[in-house]
């Protein structure tokens, strides 16, 4: 069964600092990757996804993520905080064959200081 | 060009009552699904409506009922609502039922059961 794993509940960085939220999944094949972004009474804002290829995927606001097929893992990064990505974060993951029903993990809640 | 729309925002029910939610999809989607997001937790999928069919369903149960009407809007039918049933309720809309498609998600409905 495919699942999603954030192990990150809460994590508060510096802004200017650098960010890295962990994603693992369960699936049994190379599955379709995304990472979303959801602010308070927001819905959810897709950051990136990863289908195949190139294992280091560029996103939007300065985000980028790298597939590690050995690590069953999909991490996201960004080399500098800004305080407006405060937000709660959220990896995906999508059958190939059934590409529109997404597992999402719980989500990791990112807190800047300033 | 406007987004993924939903209606009501908030909602406030008692045990038993029923209650539809409603999505109009992304300009040119003719995909909707709908997912349940309680507290803390990720999206957990609902079911998936394409050419007004229910083609994919997550495990929910029976009470959870829905339809997609000619203009591919639609809405989410929740019968004999539960205290459980409280939670932000999310639709995603594409285009059609393909690989690789992006979803785009409104901004939710947030149901209190009471």
Same mark, same amino acid.
Do not use: I, M, P
């Given at each position: 069964a495919q699942s999603v794993t954030q192990p990150d509940i809460h994590i508060t960085v510096s802004e200017g600092a650098s960010l890295e939220?962990?994603?693992? =999944?369960s699936y049994g094949a190379t599955p =379709?990757?995304?990472? =979303?972004?959801?602010?308070p009474g927001q819905g959810l804002q897709l950051l990136l996804k990863y289908f195949s290829g190139d294992t280091l995927v560029q996103g939007i606001?300065?985000?980028e993520a790298e597939f590690k097929r050995s690590q069953s893992s999909f991490n996201l990064r960004k080399p500098s905080v800004h305080w407006s990505d405060a937000a709660e974060y959220f990896c995906a993951v999508g059958a190939r064959y059934n590409f529109n029903k997404f597992y999402f993990g719980s989500g990791t809640k990112l807190n800047v200081k300033p | 060009d406007a987004g993924v729309t939903q209606s009501p925002t908030h909602l406030i029910k008692t045990r038993g009552q029923q209650v539809t939610l409603r999505c109009s999809p992304k300009s040119g989607h003719?995909?909707?699904s709908w997912y349940q997001q309680a507290l803390g937790q990720g999206p957990q999928f609902i079911f998936q409506y394409y050419e007004e069919e229910e083609r994919q369903r997550g495990n929910f149960p029976d009470r959870f009922s829905g339809h997609q009407f000619p203009n591919y809007s639609s809405e989410l039918n929740v019968n004999a609502l539960l205290l459980g049933d409280s939670a932000l309720y999310l639709?995603?809309?594409?285009l059609a039922i393909t690989p690789k498609e992006t979803q785009y998600f409104g901004p939710g409905t947030r149901l209190l059961v009471l």
């Open positions: 939220l962990r994603c693992n =999944y =379709y990757l995304f990472w =979303y972004v959801q602010s606001k300065g985000f | 003719d995909t909707v639709c995603a809309s594409s």
